[in-house]
């Protein structure tokens, strides 16, 4: 059976919008690799996947940040005989802290699993795809990607290079059978964001468009990649933050750092 089966690799597999991916690629057919910090939830997503949607849902708990990740994972694909057609860049970890009081091992930890990881997945796997007549790679970046701020700035350095070498990588594959997508999201319903102020009013933002659910997001970000696109800005509050952010001054951003007092 699993020797015609087309895989998706997804990361962050087992919760927040990589649950979802991984829930709407098998819909579509395709045999699942998991991957996730969390092995046991990833299992319990495994095993529904196979009883759901009966297609092969395979389970590699890695911790994405540590420097060989990207080659042992894979290595496993390749020793598995997995037929990787599909590679969802999706695991992530916020750091709402100012840069000087962020511990060096947590920023450390966000540059790997942001950065090195997915562009390393990315050269390993791409040229397997090719060989095997084709694929599909969704890179996830941020409108945070426009906004050197305090508090944010790690985390939106780090979805700018996700922007960069997505963009750099879609022209080195043009003509070939292979497509790179960047989906860059705003505010998305997930667990990632549950301990932020403005969660409080998740459901105005929900209903108002500012911020998606995983599943309306994942979907759209599913589609844009099928059809081969270049990017996706999912809303028009996205595409107005992307235009006005780079506009805030040094000055107002550093009364306002002050204010909310985030250490």
Request: glycine share 8%; with cysteine; charged share 20%.
């Amino acid at each position: 059976m699993e020797g015609p089966v087309k895989y998706a690799i997804v990361t962050g597999a087992a919760s927040g919008m990589g649950r979802c991916y991984s829930l709407q690629l098998a819909e579509r057919g395709y045999g699942l690799v998991l991957v996730d910090i969390n092995g046991e939830e990833a299992r319990k997503l495994s095993s529904r996947i196979v009883q759901e949607y009966g297609v092969p849902a395979h389970v590699v708990c890695m911790d994405l940040t540590a420097p060989d990740a990207a080659e042992r994972l894979a290595g496993q694909c390749r020793e598995q005989g997995w037929r990787v057609a599909v590679l969802i860049n999706n695991a992530g970890m916020l750091v709402a802290t100012s840069i000087l009081k962020t511990v060096p091992d947590k920023l450390q930890r966000i540059m790997a699993l942001h950065c090195t990881t997915p562009l390393l997945l990315c050269r390993l796997l791409l040229p397997l795809m090719k060989e095997q007549g084709g694929g599909y790679i969704l890179n996830v970046s941020s409108v945070t990607a426009w906004m050197d701020w305090p508090v944010i700035g790690m985390y939106g350095c780090t979805k700018r290079f996700v922007k960069g070498y997505s963009r750099a990588l879609r022209i080195e594959c043009m003509g070939s059978s292979v497509s790179v997508t960047t989906a860059i999201f705003g505010a998305v319903d997930t667990p990632l964001l549950g301990h932020l102020a403005f969660m409080r009013h998740r459901k105005l933002l929900l209903r108002t468009g500012v911020m998606l659910s995983p599943e309306k997001a994942a979907r759209m970000a599913l589609g844009a990649m099928f059809r081969r696109r270049a990017t996706l800005v999912p809303s028009f509050s996205d595409r107005v933050a992307i235009m006005l952010s780079p506009l805030m001054p040094n000055g107002l951003l550093h009364v306002l750092e002050k204010r909310i007092r985030i250490s």
